[in-house]
């Protein structure tokens, strides 16, 4: 299930940092803006304890986690809604991704210039905030002349379109995302139907010191971004990309012993990680056998059938039923016959909405 989630910010904010420590994958990231000018792509695992578990239950062959896609976006600059820097760009890069990773800076350093200027979280959020705005009114204004004049002859779907571009149109004129106006069900299509860039899901990441990791919450800076996010129902999540970027390097017996060094039982990354996915709606299932364990992200809310086409549209095309237990009967008897025994092994037909954490069989014909 291919999704993806956009790092952008402002130049020089720790946004390549942030995207060499989550991939590993040695992108630029260069003491000056536009460093990365084409949109780097990256795959990493979403780390799971339960398919560890699992893999020591079951003892496959192998074992397979499931993965999310990140894109580095370029660093916006004010002006690029308009074209400045390579604005035009990096917006159309914007509008690709499923979900937006807002780096803030959150650091003093000397040595690293800020565009700016100066160390301002909230306005640089407030920066990146506004030329994603200004992008989504400019898609409105040209909506709104190709309806208004359909919508004043009473025809159902302009009338209603209209309404809900004028709404959209009011709250980014009053510097509100349009993530934050709330629709009527009937409404959503035509909102969907925009594309906006402040439709789109957010959360901000504050990018925090080396030595503040073991405690963020003494950041003044991180503080202020804490307070704008609540106000906007988004998720805060404190990272030190410099020190996650070092972790990235280390095994994993390097890593846990580096990470208890700073008193931190998971690194930055793997919370962050781990919010997206939430962020996101999606959630994982589980296939075990004797070959492979491996791990199956979903749309939270999918149906048996759907969530079996995540493996392959012949499983979809052809569902019969799903042979399901969860993975807490798993972990609590220790074997999949144990929990046939108990009766909780169970067969799920059609309108089984899968659950996170799921084990299950797909029985198929096509």
Not at 96 to 107: E, L, T
Request: net charge negative; aromatic share 8%; charged share 30%.
């Amino acid at each position: 299930m291919a999704l993806t989630a956009g790092i952008v910010g402002l130049p020089n904010v720790g946004k390549s940092t942030l995207f060499n420590a989550i991939t590993k994958a040695g992108v630029e990231a260069a003491n000056y803006p536009f460093a990365t000018i084409d949109p780097n792509v990256g795959v990493v695992e979403v780390p799971d304890e339960r398919l560890t578990e699992i893999t020591r239950l079951v003892k496959p062959k192998k074992t397979i986690p499931t993965t999310i896609e990140f894109t580095d976006i370029a660093g916006i600059v004010k002006g690029a809604s308009k074209g400045e820097g390579l604005g035009n760009k990096f917006l159309a890069n914007i509008r690709q991704v499923d979900a937006i990773c807002h780096v803030v800076r959150c650091f003093e350093d000397s040595n690293i210039t800020h565009v700016s200027g100066k160390v301002d979280p909230i306005e640089d959020i407030e920066t990146i905030n506004l030329e994603l705005i200004l992008a989504d009114l400019e898609t409105i204004d040209k909506r709104i002349a190709k309806v208004e004049k359909l919508a004043r002859t009473k025809d159902k779907d302009a009338v209603t379109e209209h309404e809900v571009l004028l709404k959209l149109k009011d709250a980014l004129e009053h510097n509100q995302l349009a993530n934050s106006v709330e629709f009527y069900d009937e409404q959503l299509p035509y909102v969907n139907n925009l594309f906006l860039l402040t439709r789109k899901k957010m959360l901000y990441v504050a990018n925090i010191g080396e030595e503040e990791v073991s405690d963020p919450e003494a950041n003044p800076f991180l503080a202020q971004v804490r307070a704008l996010a609540d106000q906007q129902g988004a998720e805060v999540v404190p990272v030190s990309a410099r020190l996650e970027e070092e972790i990235a390097e280390l095994d994993e017996e390097e890593k846990l012993s580096f990470l208890d060094d700073y008193g931190l039982k998971v690194s930055g990354l793997d919370r962050l990680i781990q919010s997206v996915y939430k962020l996101l709606g999606l959630g994982t299932y589980f296939t075990a056998g004797e070959k492979e364990v491996r791990a199956w992200t979903f749309k939270v809310g999918m149906k048996a059938p759907q969530a079996a086409g995540v493996i392959h549209s012949d499983f979809e095309r052809g569902f019969i039923r799903a042979e399901t237990m969860s993975y807490d009967d798993l972990v609590k008897y220790g074997s999949e016959q144990a929990v046939k025994e108990k009766g909780l092994y169970r067969s799920e037909g059609k309108e089984y909405i899968v659950k996170d954490g799921d084990i299950m069989l797909f029985r198929f014909n096509v």
